[in-house]
């Protein structure tokens, strides 16, 4: 059973609830600073060779300019469009499992870019990863809607079939190469890495193959927001109430592999975030599409800011910030759980 | 409900803007060059010429590659040629004072076990030490009636150990990755023609193995498989000091009945580096000046630098390369290296460990993580094969030679390119 929250319209948001968002968009901002200022060389220095940058008396790389500011706008990019992604598929399914992975996007994103590694054009086109990563999104999801297509309309439990059917497919073939390859080491740690995300070494690049992706993709979620709302009643109120429901689904799927293709263009695969962060923000918030996808983006883009910022402040180099996130996601998760069912059983 | 019309706009209108934006601002950042002003930095890293004129040959990789593989003659030739050369060197005094000397004793000692080898290869009758029981690495004693005759190598260690000491046909068969790598000629990995592979377990069963070098990571079916069929399991794990290293190969040696030969191979790999370690003396000293960094460098996702817990790190240790990270390395196996990080470490020299450096190199030289590094900007990036800096055996002896060689170019033959495999390391 799908849980139901009461909908607030955004005047009426509580007072926890504001100083919620308060604290999140104080964190975020603290988050941010602290991206900006911590890393191995003297503040002094940094300061120094941005503000020569910025007045056009140095062309020298720069690591505020060039590393740390990139990666704050990737960082919170990925984020909140990971966040937003599990939002609007949770949603679309109606069901609190349903994630991007359910429609197979990260396994076919990552299936893309192994062979990057295997014949060794990762070391000669970088920039070819985070590209191959986001065709790989978006071509999955274009094969899961044309395989799930019946009569040229698309069932919901077909395209949540279809999307588990084909993510099982791409994981067994990934891991027939793991299999076939386990010996070449250096491979396998390549793709160890891969697999675990990473905010390294981000630049403007990154940013740039990622803006766009995002910006569209959030505005194609934001501008259904209504549709959303009205679709949580089921697909035949919302067809009666005017929702050409074929059409939003497809126009938030293709925004959902906007958003994801981008995300792990940019940082790779971040576990946890797309799955279970949005049962957050529905507690926080509640159902209104117009308070959730708001803050879907601060939370999403607070935490995976704050996880980057802890990983750099404690040297922890066993995690990754996909393998930490996922970690912490899952406790949280489990306790979320725990208390829901101490709370039900109160009731 | 929007029109067709409309909604293919909108589409249209997204695509625009997607690849518009891609168009102009990833050719604007293609086209933003980095200063051409390189920073005040040598390009070698003598200073002055030495004034010992130095009058020996230069090393020919080939030949050392050739006594590693188990070439008694080569061993020979060469380890005579060190021995003159340390005495020469020792004589001037001063020059080698930091390298402790390979003792004469030692040298003395490897020339006696060449000959008595030589001399019972060509059918002299030299009488043969006896058998030395041996416990593995496990604490296990080998549990056999008589001294094993026939080996299963399950690791690439235990092969390439008993590729340079055993008979062939004492050699059931290979672990398949093994004849990827150039350690060993292919016609000499040719004349064990078995792959080591869990299908293929009865053809290797019937060939009556009596013991099998296993390791830790060795899965536990297959080590069950093995007792079944009475094959002896030999653990082999201390393998990560050059020390460990040298244990081993007696330890082996002494398993398959040629402790002789691998205490040889011990005394050759002691000599080579020590005769390295020498010659790099003999120039100048690495690095030359306080303001060399000179930086070892492995490539993944991003670069890492090794740390002292693996081999390739403690022979860039040796070299005092990485010198600046030591503090930094912790317990982990590599050190990951992020471009503020080593823009902070301003790198003069770097050196990759690859696969395939030929290959690999030229684009590593255009990393976005080394641009504008003084390493590359005074084009300072090298590559040595990794399949040598990565292997616990005595391979590690041209691994150190491929990097001393990188060093110290003029004194090393690298026009010589008849090497024993196909892919020369530099």
């Not at chain 1, 396998?188 to 193959?209: C, I, Y």
């Not at chain 1, 925004?255 to 946890?272: D, E, Q, T, Y």
């Not at chain 2, 929007?2 to 249209?12: P, V």
């Not at chain 2, 990036?381 to 990565?390: G, L, N, S």
């Amino acid at each position: 059973m799908y849980p139901i929250y009461p909908m607030y319209p955004m005047t009426m948001l509580s007072n926890w609830q504001r100083l919620l968002a308060l604290l999140l968009l104080l964190l975020l901002l603290g988050t941010a600073i602290g991206i900006l200022y911590t890393g191995p060389t003297e503040w002094s220095l940094v300061q120094e060779g941005a503000i020569a940058r910025l007045l056009g008396r140095s062309t020298s790389w720069n690591p505020l300019l060039d590393e740390r500011l990139p990666r704050l706008i990737v960082l919170i990019c990925s984020g909140a469009s990971l966040t937003l992604s599990g939002i609007i598929t949770q949603s679309l399914f109606q069901n609190p499992l349903a994630s991007p992975m359910s429609l197979g996007l990260t396994a076919g994103s990552s299936l893309c870019v192994l062979p990057l590694f295997l014949f060794g054009h990762h070391l000669s086109f970088p920039m070819l990863i985070p590209i191959t990563a986001f065709l790989g999104a978006l071509g999955t999801l274009l094969l899961v809607y044309t395989l799930a297509q019946e009569k040229g309309h698309v069932q919901l439990s077909t395209l949540l079939l279809t999307g588990m059917a084909l993510s099982t497919v791409l994981s067994a073939i990934q891991g027939t190469f793991f299999y076939a390859l386990r010996e070449e080491w250096s491979l396998m740690q390549l793709l160890t890495e891969w697999a675990a995300g990473s905010t390294l070494d981000r630049t403007w690049q990154h940013v740039h193959l990622q803006l766009p992706l995002t910006l569209v993709g959030l505005l194609g979620c934001w501008s259904e927001r209504h549709a959303l709302n009205l679709l949580a009643a089921g697909e035949e109120e919302a067809f009666y109430l005017g929702v050409d429901v074929q059409q939003v689904r497809w126009r938030l799927f293709l925004s959902v592999s906007l958003l994801v293709g981008g995300a792990m263009a940019g940082v790779g695969m971040i576990g946890f975030f797309s799955l279970i962060l949005p049962h957050f923000v529905r507690r926080w918030m509640g159902n209104a599409h117009q308070l959730l996808l708001p803050a879907g983006f601060l939370l999403g883009a607070t935490t995976l800011s704050a996880l980057d910022l802890t990983l750099r402040v404690i040297p922890l180099h066993a995690f990754s910030i996909g393998t930490l996130s996922s970690l912490l996601g899952g406790f949280f998760f489990l306790f979320l759980l725990t208390e829901q069912r101490e709370r039900d059983v109160a009731c | 409900m929007i029109s067709s019309h409309s909604r293919a706009l909108t589409y249209l209108a997204a695509i625009g803007f997607i690849f518009s934006w891609w168009a102009v601002t990833l050719s604007s950042l293609q086209r933003a060059e980095t200063p051409a002003v390189a920073p005040i930095c040598p390009t070698t890293f003598f200073t002055s010429s030495h004034p010992f004129p130095h009058p020996f040959p230069p090393f020919v990789r080939a030949k050392w590659h050739r006594a590693l593989t188990g070439d008694l003659r080569a061993m020979m030739e060469l380890l005579a040629e060190w021995q003159v050369e340390a005495q020469c060197l020792e004589a001037q005094g001063e020059m080698c004072k930091d390298i402790p000397p390979f003792p004469q004793t030692n040298f003395l000692r490897a020339q006696e076990l060449a000959r008595r080898l030589l001399a019972r290869e060509k059918g002299m009758d030299i009488p043969t030490p006896p058998y030395q029981w041996q416990e593995d690495d496990g604490g296990t004693p080998l549990n056999s009636a008589s001294p094993p005759q026939r080996f299963l190598p399950q690791t690439e260690l235990a092969a390439a150990i008993l590729l340079t000491l055993c008979p062939f046909k004492q050699i059931v068969g290979l672990p398949a990755r093994m004849r990827t790598l150039p350690l060993f000629p292919p016609d000499m990995l040719a004349a064990v023609p078995y792959d080591i592979d869990r299908h293929y377990s009865e053809s290797l069963v019937s060939l009556k193995p009596d013991v099998a070098f296993i390791a830790h990571y060795t899965q536990p079916s297959t080590l069950q498989t093995l007792r079944q069929q009475q094959i002896t399991p030999f653990l082999i794990t201390r393998l990560n000091s050059l020390e460990e290293i040298l244990d081993t190969i007696l330890k082996i040696g002494h398993v398959v009945g040629q402790g002789e030969k691998a205490e040889l191979l011990t005394l050759f790999v002691q000599a080579g580096l020590s005769t390295l370690d020498r010659r790099l003396a003999a120039h100048a000293p690495f690095p030359a000046t306080p303001q060399h960094h000179p930086l070892y460098l492995q490539a993944f996702s991003t670069l890492y630098a090794p740390t002292q817990r693996s081999l390739a790190g403690q022979l860039a240790h040796r070299l005092k390369i990485n010198q600046a990270l030591d503090e930094e390395a912790g317990s982990g196996w590599t050190i990951p290296l992020s471009k503020e990080h080593i823009q902070h470490l301003a790198p003069t020299w770097i050196v990759f460990s690859l696969r395939d450096p030929q290959k690999n190199l030229s684009p590593l030289r255009l990393h976005p993580l080394l641009k504008g590094t003084p390493a590359a900007l005074t084009n300072q990036i090298f590559a040595v094969e990794e399949a040598f800096q990565d292997s616990p055996t005595h391979f590690l002896l041209l691994a150190y030679y491929d990097l001393v060689a990188l060093i110290l170019p003029q004194v090393f033959d690298v026009s010589d390119l008849s090497d024993v495999s196909d892919d020369n390391a530099i």
